[in-house]
């Protein structure tokens, strides 16, 4: 069974970008941790992140085809302006789990909402890296592959 997580702006820069609020571990050492633990819910992950929100968008609408049950999110700053990312979320019908490296209702006002926490699965945040994790296996769980 595939899952695709989606990584928004910025998150390409991660293990050098803003240490203190993200940490150190990069992109590519998270993917690798959660391909391993996709394993472990006979999950395949598929990766892609992307710094522009019609890539993203794109990337969403070609999941169905693609096989792709279920989807694992964290859309950085364009959670908190992106109504197209929900509607296309939205029009897949897929399940999906928002993440967020920092707990962003302990951050700037204008981080405390964003366009997808209400049509989510579930939310996940403030724990980083380990936030993907957890949201992978409320993922695995909501689609039976793990208790
Ligand atoms: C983030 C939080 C967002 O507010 C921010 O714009 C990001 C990263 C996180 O993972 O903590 O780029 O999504």
Same mark, same amino acid.
């Given at each position: 069974? *595939?899952?695709?997580?989606?990584h928004?702006?910025n998150l390409n820069l991660l293990g050098s970008r803003e240490t203190?609020?993200y940490g150190n571990a990069s992109l590519s050492d998270i993917?690798?941790?959660?391909?391993?633990?996709? *394993? +472990?819910?006979?999950? +395949? !992950?598929?990766?892609?992140q992307?710094? =522009?929100?019609? &890539?993203? #968008?794109? &990337? $969403?609408? +070609? &999941?169905?085809?693609?096989? #792709? *049950?279920? $989807?694992? $999110?964290n859309?950085a700053?364009?959670?908190?302006?992106? $109504?197209?990312?929900?509607? @296309?979320?939205? &029009?897949?019908?897929?399940?999906?789990?928002?993440?967020?490296l920092?707990? !962003?209702?302990?951050?700037?006002?204008?981080?405390? =909402?964003?366009?997808?926490?209400?049509?989510? @699965?579930?939310? #996940?945040?403030?724990?980083g890296p380990?936030?993907?994790?957890?949201?992978?296996?409320?993922? @695995? !769980?909501?689609?039976?592959?793990?208790?």
């Open positions: 069974m *595939k899952v695709l997580v989606v928004g702006p203190s609020v993917d690798f941790s959660l391909s391993e633990l996709g *394993k +472990e819910f006979g999950l +395949e !992950i598929e990766s892609f992307h710094n =522009h929100e019609g &890539a993203l #968008v794109d &990337a $969403i609408q +070609e &999941a169905p085809a693609k096989g #792709v *049950k279920g $989807i694992l $999110i859309p700053a364009y959670g908190h302006t992106s $109504i197209a990312l929900r509607d @296309a979320l939205l &029009a897949v019908g897929l399940p999906f789990v928002e993440v967020h920092s707990n !962003i209702h302990a951050r700037e006002e204008f981080r405390h =909402h964003t366009y997808l926490s209400d049509v989510a @699965a579930g939310v #996940v945040l403030g724990f380990d936030s993907y994790r957890l949201g992978l296996r409320g993922l @695995a !769980i909501k689609l039976g592959r793990a208790g």
